[in-house]
């Protein structure tokens, strides 16, 4: 005979108070606010989508040293810069970083160079 579990109603409850109905922002509360790395001959710029919902997915295999060095950033952005982050997000911010770089000096570009080294 299955059992099944019952859970209480208020499990789901708001943990903080909400705002009053007319003083509720039109924004969500939670907003980063990222500048656009500016580009010459580009004029929309590139910047990590940050904290958003992501609709697409891409899987990237790493070695287990790259993995253990992403965490060791993930970490040393928490403990000295105060940021606290995902891997992720490091990850979308350093590929923002690196387009800009490629949109900006072209086949003088550290992407380039990195790429031509392998």
């Keep these: 005979m299955p ?3 019952t859970v209480p109603d ?21 907003a980063v606010v990222e500048e ?3 580009t010459p001959g ?10 958003v919902k992501h609709d697409e997915k891409m899987t990237v295999y ?7 060095d992403l965490e060791h950033a993930r970490l040393e952005l928490r ?3 105060g940021l606290g982050v995902d891997r992720g997000r ?12 490629l949109d900006q ?5 550290a992407l380039v160079a990195r790429l031509a080294q392998d």
């Design 42 to 51: 580009s004029s929309k710029g590139r910047q990590s989508s940050g904290r």
């Design 10 to 30: 208020d499990i789901f409850r708001p943990t903080a108070v909400p705002p009053p109905a007319a003083a509720v922002p039109a924004e969500p509360a939670v």
């Design 105 to 109: 000096h072209g086949a003088d570009s």
């Design 79 to 81: 403990r000295h810069h």
């Design 62 to 68: 790493v070695t287990s040293d790259e993995l253990l």
């Design 90 to 101: 490091i990850v979308r911010a350093a590929i923002a970083m690196a387009l800009a770089d």
């Design 3 to 5: 059992r099944r579990l």
């Design 36 to 38: 656009p790395v500016e």
